[in-house]
């Protein structure tokens, strides 16, 4: 089973929709991390969190807000979906140690807006 | 705040042949690490190699290997032996901090290159 786990891979929705992506993981890191991915921009970071209890904007926090339910779980809602919202959205964790605190990604969620 | 930049936008290369890609970075900070992330159509992001900015060894990884000129702050990856199952989009990224970061282990990212590998 893969480490980092997204749900769902792929959805279409409508502006104006509250939609929740989920990302699950089983590697036992405590930090977390929602990028979006845009054609031509490379990832930019939305929200991360370093354990339960922290959450912390990115650049573009904007439009969305986070969840992290537990340390292997981290959501990711759009309130009120709009078009620009529309890209691949990433989870990731790392650990916090002495070596160089990698990044691990999920598959992937590929989120269109109409 | 941190800026890394890839330039080129696509390349190309023949199987068995070698490619560069480049990257540069522009920071105030001595102490960070560099990564670069392979994304195949798959999508999924895949960690190529990383190297410590306090480390003057070039980082190695099978056919994968960096140049990395820390004073020019380039961080450019080589690929040996091109094969066909390299084709993908590459990404350079910066960590700020070091072993402990902190505060700062979030990446930024380049904008990616596209690489196609010709048979």
Not at chain 1, 95 to 101: E, I, R
Not at chain 2, 5 to 24: D, F, G, H, I, K
């Amino acid at each position: 089973d893969a480490d980092v786990t997204q749900t769902p891979r792929n959805r279409i929705t409508k502006t104006g929709k509250r939609i929740m992506l989920e990302c699950s993981q089983t590697k036992g890191h405590d930090r977390m991390y929602w990028y979006r991915q845009d054609p031509g921009l490379g990832l930019r970071l939305i929200y991360y969190s370093f354990d339960v209890k922290d959450i912390n904007k990115g650049e573009i926090s904007d439009g969305y807000s986070v969840s992290r339910q537990a340390q292997a779980k981290f959501s990711l809602s759009l309130e009120s979906a709009i078009p620009n919202q529309t890209a691949l959205y990433f989870c990731a964790t790392s650990d916090l140690g002495p070596a160089t605190d990698t990044q691990y990604f999920g598959p992937g969620t590929r989120l269109t807006v109409l | 705040a941190q800026t890394v930049t890839q330039s080129q936008p696509e390349m190309s290369v023949q199987e068995a042949e070698t490619v560069t890609l480049s990257c540069t970075y522009d920071t105030s900070e001595s102490d960070y690490y560099l990564f670069w992330y392979k994304q195949p159509p798959s999508r999924q992001m895949i960690l190529v190699i990383r190297q410590e900015a306090y480390k003057q060894q070039n980082a190695t990884e099978n056919r994968f290997s960096v140049n990395f000129q820390k004073a020019a702050k380039s961080f450019s990856l080589k690929i040996s032996d091109s094969q066909l199952g390299d084709a993908a989009m590459y990404f350079c990224a910066y960590r700020s901090g070091g072993a402990w970061a902190g505060a700062n282990s979030k990446l930024t990212f380049g904008k990616g290159i596209t690489l196609s590998v010709r048979p």
